[in-house]
């Protein structure tokens, strides 16, 4: 059982904060090279706002992780995201909140889009 299998299994909001600190605390305990970004490690976990902040700061990382071509960083990054992913979807479904879509700024544009129709081109 992984640590995403136990948030799915989450049956309070402090069981999920108290998971997410744990993995923190145990990425601040690991390889420095393989830790995650202060900003995202900071504790505590105040809300299922600071969960969202926390994962969109994740996707930039690994943004540009991916850019510097440093694939170490993008499996602890990815492996990070997978987490808070997760427990984002848990708090939404325990306290029926939408914490989604994310918009966040890169560039001039939004990413992810939050209809496709925004990046489509003109119907054929």
Known sequence: MTITDVIREADT???????LSSYVN??????RLKSLPERVAALPLTSATDVKS???ILILELDAASKRLDDQACIMLKDALTI???ALNRLQSLDGRRYWPLELEVGSAK??????????????
């Open 84 to 86: 808070f992913g997760t």
């Open 111 to 124: 990413t992810p889009p939050r209809d496709l129709r925004e990046t489509a081109g003109p119907a054929l």
């Open 54 to 56: 926390r994962f969109e």
């Open 26 to 31: 145990a990425s601040r305990c690991g390889d």
């Open 13 to 19: 909001n402090h069981v999920i904060y108290f998971l």
